[in-house]
């Protein structure tokens, strides 16, 4: 038996995207482990184009900016098995169709699509699924580890990540009162995805976050996934409401010398 005890255990994985994202990796570790794992993708298009990834799996489409298909794939899910042992929410989206923007400038109809679908869903999706999780079930959402910091190039989605551990803790807190539910963040460093491809000037932040690690070498989405996982199996049953950081020590190594030499150079 594993250490992880997941054998005959079902979870939901949502926002799988390619095989590069966090989601993908986190199904993969929990069907290796001998979890039984459902899909939920955003789009009958990105099933299509997920095809041979996903082949043979049981998938839903879901577009969690709208509460009724939130509603929707938790019946689905209902009716498909009686329970389920926790759900990952891997879930995101910023607009940045015109470029970077001083955070002053974020325009109001995209800083709220952020958050209802960024943050709030996870709300939506907790309330949906409440009839379908056991009573000792996880829920594991991945968010990241520097939402104090203001990153230009992350724009309006700094503050759209707290919102979403925000959402944890009172989701925890809430929960609470009729069931041990438990619900935590993953706060990941910087990752090679395609989603974080999308986000202006992101590979000068994510060499130089790589730089800051102790070990100078960046986090990898398996160290962000293996942290998923473990906080789904019942081994992390003492843990609740919190944000696991999970970035090879980079916010405590901001005056490395070797970065600190790099930055005081003269300019030529």
């Known amino acids: ?29 929990l069907e290796e482990e001998g979890a039984r794992v459902l899909y939920s993708v955003r789009s009958e298009e990105r099933l299509q184009a997920l095809g041979r990834l996903l082949e043979g799996k049981t998938v839903f489409v879901c577009n969690a900016e709208d509460a009724n298909q939130i ?43 952020s958050v209802s679908v960024t943050s709030f869903s996870l ?28 990153a230009e190039n992350y724009g309006y989605l700094s ?4 919102a979403l551990e925000g959402c944890v803790r009172n989701l925890a807190k809430s929960f609470s009162q009729d069931s041990e539910v438990r619900f935590n963040a993953v706060n990941s460093g910087p990752l090679k995805t395609s989603a974080s491809a999308g986000i202006p000037g992101y590979l000068e932040n994510y060499l130089y976050a790589e730089k800051l690690t102790f070990r100078k070498r960046a986090v990898t989405t398996q160290e962000v996934a293996n942290t998923a996982v473990y906080l789904l199996s019942e081994r992390s049953s003492g843990i609740n409401g919190q944000g696991v950081v999970v970035n090879a020590g980079m916010d405590f190594n901001y005056f490395d010398k070797e970065v600190v030499r790099q930055a005081m150079r003269p300019e030529k």
């Open 1 to 29: 038996m594993s250490f992880l005890n997941l054998e005959n255990k079902t979870y939901l994985v949502s926002g799988v995207a390619n095989r590069k994202s966090v989601a993908y990796f986190v199904a993969r570790i």
């Open 159 to 162: 503050p759209v990540k707290s």
């Open 123 to 150: 709300v939506e999706m907790a309330r949906a699924f409440k009839p379908v999780l056991e009573n000792n079930a996880s829920v594991v959402t991945i968010g990241i580890s520097s939402t104090l910091v203001t």
């Open 71 to 113: 509603d929707r794939l938790a019946k689905q899910v209902g009716e498909y098995c009686d329970s389920i042992a926790g759900f990952v929410h891997s879930i995101a989206f910023a607009n940045f169709s015109e470029g970077l923007k001083p955070f002053h400038e974020t325009k109001r109809e995209d800083f709220l699509q």
